[in-house]
């Protein structure tokens, strides 16, 4: 049974700083991978989308990669600001394209000013 | 501009009561999912879709059912509901191709008490 999971679960940093997200899963069969930001009661927006076979995707300050073979992907954020305080959630589809997304519990993160 | 809506966004109901709860997307895909998200389980499938008159079960799909009637509306019904089912309802759509298409977007929830 595929798991996802995120560490740190919790994360404060000061503004300014570069910093990294990670997510791991425990079967390499993956289509692809999806993280994702959701703010306080809100629903969830789509960052990125990395398809099993790129290694990297970029979106302005954010870079998320890939290592399909070891398991794990990283969401990079440079230069963060308060705004980006929320939690970052990591999710895999299975085998095709379409399926339906398994989910690690997120890292909730706190920028400060 | 396309989008998926769901309704109500806050609901409150007793226990034994059927609740539905409406999801409906402008995007013309044909995957669609409902997901139930609670703290310290993360968010889980509940029931999926890949198009009208296909229905799927998920993970956690005891004491729900969907229905797909058309390619834009999968509503979420609870037959009996029960306090365990309170939760944050989020559902979610996917175009059914390879490539860039098959990014998953998400409704803003549904808060459902059940008391």
């Known amino acids: 049974k595929q798991e996802v999971t995120q560490i740190p679960a919790a994360l404060s940093v000061p503004e300014g700083e570069n910093l990294v997200l990670n997510c791991s899963f425990t079967d390499s069969a993956i289509y692809n991978l999806q993280w994702f930001r959701q703010d306080p009661g809100k629903g969830l927006t789509s960052l990125l989308l990395?398809?099993?076979?790129?290694r990297e995707q970029t979106s302005g300050r954010l870079n998320a990669s890939l290592d399909k073979s070891s398991g794990r992907s990283t969401l990079y954020i440079a230069a963060s600001q308060p705004g980006d305080s929320a939690t970052y959630l990591c999710a895999v589809t299975l085998n095709q394209a379409g399926t339906a997304l398994i989910f690690g519990k997120g890292t909730t993160l706190s920028v400060s000013s | 501009d396309a989008e998926i809506t769901q309704s109500p966004r806050h609901k409150i109901t007793e226990t034994g009561r059927q609740v539905t709860l409406a999801c409906h997307q402008t995007w013309n895909h044909n995957n669609m999912f409902w997901y139930r998200q609670d703290l310290g389980h993360g968010l889980r499938l509940i029931h999926y879709s890949y198009g009208v008159q296909d229905t799927n079960k998920g993970e956690v799909s005891d004491g729900y059912s969907v229905s797909r009637s058309n390619t834009e509306d999968l509503p979420l019904t609870l037959e009996s509901a029960a306090s365990s089912q309170t939760s944050v309802y989020f559902c979610?759509?996917?175009?059914?191709?390879?490539?860039?298409?098959?990014?998953?977007?998400f409704g803003p929830g549904t808060r459902l008490t059940v008391l």
């Open positions: 979610a759509s996917s175009a059914y191709s390879g490539g860039p298409y098959n990014e998953q977007f």
């Open positions: 990395i398809q099993s076979s790129q």
